[in-house]
């Protein structure tokens, strides 16, 4: 589904550009959970929001192609349009924005990008509880202002709300189980995957830990280092990052 190759990114900083991805070559398949591993600074979360067009960086070199298109120098709205969603590490607060309407909104727009049939207010409604029912969200959270007074947990909840409202092809979760207690990550983990079951979806799970990959298998796990992704294997690797480190790890 996805590929990147070459890519090399940067990001200007007090001190002047900073270049983080150093040349990273990378792939994701269609059904396919892929995770993301590595040392804090090592560029997982600068690949995450270049893949995903934020404009605070700038890619260098390489490209990005998805679904066979070239997308590197999309802008943010033009990649959701075709169907590529980021999961925040620290989602914003936005006072007055309803959560009803917002998601309503975002789906409607979506759907008129890609020219699919709009939901009503009592459509989307209906829509909108099948989906709050799978994180055990309460009715009432859907009438607070986004992200406003939210806990850890709640925020990381609705992210993945968003998610399985907007349906993506791609979706790319960073760092989604960081602070989270176990019963949060649980149902995480169970909307990321009733998400997968749609089929053809992709997910690039980005975390520093173990633990939510006991609830979402991945197919592939990548571990990144210095802008570079070291080394690739299976499901063995988070567990020998959880025996010896990242120091074991050489780059070719």
């Known amino acids: 589904m996805s590929e990147v190759k070459n890519l090399h990114a940067s ?3 007090s ?7 150093k040349g990273l070559n990378f792939s994701l398949g269609k059904r396919e959970v892929h995770a993301l591993m590595g040392p804090n600074g090592s560029g997982k979360s600068t ?12 890619v260098t070199d ?60 009592l459509e989307f409604n209906d829509f909108l509880k099948e989906q709050t029912s799978i994180l055990k969200i309460p009715e009432e959270f859907l009438d607070r202002y986004l992200n406003q007074g939210f806990s850890g947990g709640e925020k990381k909840k609705f992210e993945i709300l968003q998610l399985m409202i907007l349906n993506p092809k791609l979706a790319i979760l960073d760092e989604t189980d960081s602070g989270l ?48 992704i070291a080394v690739t294997g299976g499901g063995e690797l988070p ?12 780059e070719d």
């Not at 207690?181 to 830990?209: C, P, Q, R, W």
């Not at 567990?239 to 050489?250: A, F, N, T, V």
């Open 62 to 121: 390489g490209e990005i192609i998805f679904n066979g298109e070239n997308i590197t120098e999309m802008s943010v709205d033009e990649k959701a349009k075709k169907g590529i969603f980021l999961s925040f590490q620290n989602p914003i607060a936005v006072p007055g924005v309803n959560i009803r309407s917002f998601l309503r909104q975002a789906y409607n727009s979506l759907a008129e990008a890609q020219d699919r049939k709009k939901m009503s207010v």
């Open 239 to 250: 567990d020998q990052l959880e025996e010896k480190g990242y120091g074991w790890i050489q």
């Open 181 to 228: 207690d176990i019963d949060a990550l649980k149902v995480i983990s169970e909307g990321v995957n009733k998400f997968m079951s749609k089929g053809g979806k992709t997910v690039l799970i980005i975390t520093h830990y173990k633990r939510i990959l006991d609830y979402i298998n991945p197919s592939r796990v990548s571990i990144m280092i210095d802008g570079r």
């Open 47 to 58: 690949l995450a929001n270049v893949l995903m067009g934020d404009p605070r960086y700038s």
């Open 15 to 21: 001190e002047g550009v900073k270049p983080i991805l």
């Open 11 to 13: 990001v200007k900083t």
